[in-house]
């Protein structure tokens, strides 16, 4: 993603850092295809005993071809100049700490939101729809891949938005959206109707896109050339375990708890102030490296 946005122009930074987001939903399509394809094909005892591990397996063939583009790509020209000035970290985590503490906090909080709303409206959406509305599982499978077909669309478009109207108004206004739809989605869903599922998933996948286009040159701009690397990969990954990985299992067991999707609802929902406020605290662009970025940003 820092790549993506260093080497382009960097008045359209927020559409440059948008195309690597766009594996995430080019993952589901071709996954959830392949998920749809298998659930129709076999029997429900198959799928469970080694259907579904068929398309992990194919994922290994992804990882060779990460590794060859990555050991042909070249440095950014932003941070060749930091390497030519002698101006690289020596310990960059420890420096990340001790320059960016704020900027730390706001791209770990920023992200949390955003992945409890996105796994909860991808991945729940399976289990609800199976247990306890009594669905087939490809009803939800072919929900999401609609929803995720759109957003590889959507993402970039979010991004150079934020490129006119700035990071925060695009990616707080998915937020907001986010937030009222997780109230209307499990209601939808609980229609039966497929439609009306249809319907659930592209307009919470929509108001991800707002959120998730714009997200990489956010927390990117947040940490100067020298530590952007070590800086936006701590904030995004370790908010990755403790809002997308558990955000299913923390779904499901508020569920078990409440016997009410409100609860689940209002899960998200509080996610997503916890996104708010990351984005209310960032510093600007400007001022981590006001000589690299642009009026937009």
Same mark, same amino acid.
């Given at each position: 993603?820092?790549?993506?946005?260093e080497h382009g122009d960097p008045r359209r930074r927020g559409f440059n850092a948008s195309w690597p987001q766009v594996g995430v939903?080019? %993952?589901?399509?071709?996954?959830? /295809?392949?998920?749809? +394809?298998?659930? #129709?094909?076999?029997?429900? /005892?198959?799928?469970?005993? *080694?259907? *579904?591990?068929?398309? =992990?397996?194919?994922? &290994?063939?992804? @990882? !060779? @071809? %990460?590794? *060859?583009?990555?050991?042909?790509?070249?440095?950014?020209?932003? =941070?060749?100049?930091?390497?030519?000035?002698?101006?690289?970290?020596?310990?960059?985590? !420890?420096?990340?700490?001790?320059?960016h503490p704020r900027a730390l906090i706001s791209a770990f909080t920023a992200r949390i939101g955003v992945d409890v709303a996105f796994y909860t409206f991808t991945a729940y959406i399976l289990v609800y729809l199976k247990d306890p509305? %009594?669905?087939?599982?490809?009803?939800?499978?072919?929900?999401?891949?609609?929803?995720?077909?759109?957003?590889?669309?959507?993402?970039?478009? =979010?991004?150079?938005?934020?490129?006119?109207?700035?990071?925060?108004? @695009?990616?707080?206004?998915?937020?907001?959206?986010?937030?009222? *739809?997780?109230?209307?989605?499990?209601? !939808?869903?609980?229609?039966?109707? =497929?439609?009306?599922?249809?319907?659930?998933?592209?307009?919470?996948?929509?108001?991800?896109?707002?959120?998730?286009?714009?997200? #990489?040159?956010?927390?990117?701009?947040?940490?100067?050339?020298?530590?952007?690397?070590?800086?936006?990969?701590?904030?995004?990954?370790?908010? &990755?375990? @403790?809002?997308?990985?558990?955000?299913?299992?923390?779904? !499901?067991?508020?569920?078990?708890?409440?016997?009410?999707? +409100? /609860?689940?609802?209002?899960? +998200?929902?509080?996610?997503? #102030?916890?996104?708010?406020?990351?984005?209310?605290?960032?510093?600007?662009?400007?001022?981590?490296?006001?000589?690299?970025?642009?009026?937009?940003?």
């Amino acid at each position: 993603m820092i790549i993506s946005m260093e080497h382009g122009d960097p008045r359209r930074r927020g559409f440059n850092a948008s195309w690597p987001q766009v594996g995430v939903p080019a %993952g589901y399509v071709l996954a959830t /295809a392949l998920l749809a +394809v298998l659930s #129709a094909t076999m029997s429900d /005892a198959a799928f469970l005993s *080694w259907g *579904w591990r068929v398309p =992990f397996l194919l994922s &290994g063939l992804l @990882v !060779l @071809v %990460g590794f *060859w583009v990555r050991r042909r790509i070249t440095e950014s020209p932003e =941070f060749a100049d930091v390497a030519n000035t002698g101006a690289k970290a020596k310990m960059p985590l !420890l420096e990340v700490l001790r320059e960016h503490p704020r900027a730390l906090i706001s791209a770990f909080t920023a992200r949390i939101g955003v992945d409890v709303a996105f796994y909860t409206f991808t991945a729940y959406i399976l289990v609800y729809l199976k247990d306890p509305l %009594g669905l087939d599982r490809s009803v939800g499978l072919n929900a999401v891949l609609i929803g995720s077909a759109l957003q590889l669309v959507l993402m970039p478009a =979010f991004g150079a938005l934020s490129d006119r109207l700035g990071r925060r108004t @695009v990616y707080l206004g998915g937020v907001v959206a986010a937030a009222i *739809w997780a109230f209307a989605f499990f209601p !939808l869903l609980e229609t039966k109707s =497929f439609p009306m599922i249809a319907l659930a998933t592209v307009v919470a996948l929509v108001a991800h896109a707002a959120m998730y286009g714009p997200q #990489a040159a956010f927390i990117a701009e947040l940490f100067s050339t020298r530590l952007r690397y070590s800086g936006a990969s701590m904030g995004y990954q370790v908010a &990755g375990i @403790v809002g997308g990985a558990l955000a299913p299992i923390i779904a !499901l067991k508020l569920f078990d708890a409440f016997q009410t999707t +409100v /609860a689940v609802s209002v899960y +998200v929902v509080i996610a997503l #102030a916890v996104t708010a406020f990351g984005l209310a605290i960032a510093p600007s662009a400007h001022d981590v490296e006001p000589a690299r970025v642009p009026l937009q940003a």
